[in-house]
């Protein structure tokens, strides 16, 4: 009987846990551009027409490699969910060790990213954003919660920019909590190619200042 439970508890936690990846019902606003694809671009005002009238921001990029300032003032690094840290779970007492589904708390998904871009100074500054869901688990209780969400930007091996926030969510005791998260921060130097990745995910590490 107890192996029954299991089983079926796990099965429930499955389709939670698809129902987190699921955006395509309800997309989120993130408040960066439009909410309705899953990767949005802004750059800043003027962009646009000094790359020319009739010009879209796609068409000035060129090959991989070093771009031209026009292109450059196009270049909007894209954010991407690094491997294994789009879901986050918190269990209760020895649950996390044996991974007990039976356990789980709550668990969470990140989704929809999108990112703003601007230059000045010789400095890129965008505001990165993500949209999420939290389910609550078997052991799910109503309240706030807090998980940890990364910022990092690299280029090749040479990290720009690592910055480790908190995200607060406030939820209930069934049904799905969405929230977005968002960094306004995220500053480095002007790029000269198109070699810059963002990543933004969860990361249960200690908090790494900017650097």
Same mark, same amino acid.
């Given at each position: ?28 606003? &993130? ?15 003027? @962009? =646009? *027409? !000094? /790359? %020319? ?56 998904? &990140? ?15 965008? @505001? =990165? *954003? !993500? /949209? %999420? ?79």
């Amino acid at each position: 009987m107890i192996m029954k439970t299991r089983i079926l508890t796990a099965l429930a936690l499955a389709l939670l846990v698809s129902a987190c990846q699921s955006t395509k019902t309800a997309p989120v606003d &993130l408040g960066v551009g439009d909410a309705a694809g899953t990767q949005t671009d802004v750059v800043a005002e003027g @962009t =646009v *027409a !000094a /790359a %020319g009238a009739g010009t879209s921001i796609v068409d000035t990029v060129s090959e991989p490699g070093r771009i031209t300032d026009v292109e450059l003032r196009a270049y909007c690094p894209k954010v991407d969910l690094r491997e294994g840290t789009a879901f986050y779970r918190t269990y209760e007492k020895g649950g996390k060790e044996t991974e007990d589904p039976s356990l789980v708390i709550y668990q969470a998904a &990140l989704a929809e990213t999108s990112r703003d871009c601007k230059y000045a100074n010789g400095t890129m500054t965008m @505001t =990165v *954003a !993500a /949209a %999420g869901r939290v389910v609550p688990g078997p052991k799910g209780k109503a309240g706030t919660i807090t998980m940890p969400i990364r910022v990092a930007v690299t280029r090749g091996d040479e990290v720009l920019y690592s910055k480790l926030s908190t995200q607060e969510v406030q939820i209930a005791e069934t049904g799905a909590t969405q929230f977005v998260f968002k960094d306004t921060e995220v500053s480095f130097p002007q790029p000269t190619s198109r070699n810059i990745t963002v990543f933004i995910g969860y990361d249960e590490g200690p908090p790494a200042k900017t650097n």
